[in-house]
């Protein structure tokens, strides 16, 4: 199976230094319109995309999301927000006196769809020779991001997109490989890997970045210290409770 | 701003009744590609797929999921779990003593994960013909849905999709309109639409949907008492949060 969809879903990876050229407005209305287009529960949409152009905001995010001053110097740098808010005010402009408060499921089926518009945002961006980069760290920091944004309750970050053309060495680095199928998909139940088997998945991901001489202990412990037992990871738990606790 | 993959972003809509032929194990097998070349958190892929092939397995899930059919005739049927268990798992492997227990941060880091790898599968296989349904009801009912895909914790449902080539009526149904951008995107900081700018964008919505004599009130409270209100929202919600227990 090949097609040129296909192939730019394989050849999109994630872009970290712009050339600076600006992103044209045609180009950033097709960007929004394709999020737009996106799947959405009963069409719903139940996502705000805030557009962050104010250059001081952007370095207050590039701060609030573990320090990454590329943040600032992207052409475009759209926040995905799950939106709970917006139609349980239709209701009540409606005439529905006390609609229900929005629940946990209601947070995760806005995450679900603001995730789902940003992809479409992604891909289109990659057709016009724009490159992106997923920014999780938006989530963290919850109080202060809240104040920034001035986000209401039942409002949060589901993730965070810069944009922008990128320079040279960006477009010859090569796509981390990623793990083989067998190591991600199940027939029916959800089933562990055994402890060989997932030695046998990062050895195999290693082999296909080209990695010698990968030592499976060495590499895990490492990434496990760098980023699951880091100081932004354990943040982000404890910002998205504070999120969450709008729901609860 | 026009292309081919801008205009397969646009074309795709739901589909929910499907001619019964197959998808091929290529076709398959280039869908979950497009899945796992999907942007991912560190390139960790927190997320599992569940390639739900048993008929009774099927039939369990069309029911958990809001009793619609549909799901049992879809040519392919994958549920995407937001997976917080086995990146842990391989750090203990590495011989990591006692890695943290995964948060709030991770699970809805590993959503995002899930759903951004899901609408990659989405976009490759419209660009093979096939179409796809989101089935957000797969969030209800933790319980059963646990023990039928045999769920262990820090693992849950992010979304559900199924696939299969449209009959000629899905082809020819009307993608529904969605909100203009002003309705969806904010400069900088979060602004609520005022009563009356949610009155003008259902009104400019439902125009573009060729509805005429549209009545906001009667349409959003009716809406709201199917949806919103619905037995099935508030057991999403309940399902949502015993899923996050896990990750209290």
Redesign the interface.
Known sequence: ?D????Q???A?K?VRVFTGEPVSM??R??I???A??????????L????????PA?RRTLAELCDHQPFIEKAALCLVF?ADC???????R????PA??K????????A??DA??A???A???A???GIG???I?DV??HAEAMRE?????PA?FP??MLVFGRPVAQQKARRK?A??A?DA??????????T?AE??AD?AARAAQNGERDFD??A???AF?AR???SDF?????????AY?AD??
């Open positions: 199976m097609n040129e969809i296909l730019a879903l394989h999109r994630s045609g180009e209305a097709a929004l319109d394709a737009f287009a996106a799947p959405t529960a009963g069409n719903q949409q996502y705000t995309i805030l557009d962050i152009t104010d905001l927000l808010r917006r139609w349980p005010r239709a209701y402009a409606a005439g529905v609609p229900r929005p629940g946990p499921g209601d947070a995760l089926l995450m679900a995730c789902i940003a992809q479409n992604v891909t289109a990659e057709s016009l992106s980069c997923y999780g989530l963290e920034a944004l001035h986000l209401p409002v589901a993730c981390p990623r793990f199928a991600l998909v199940c027939e029916n139940t959800y089933r562990d890997r402890d997932l030695r990062f499976f202990d590499w895990v412990q496990c980023k699951y037992e990871s354990r943040e982000m738990s404890r910002s998205a409770a969450l729901f609860a």
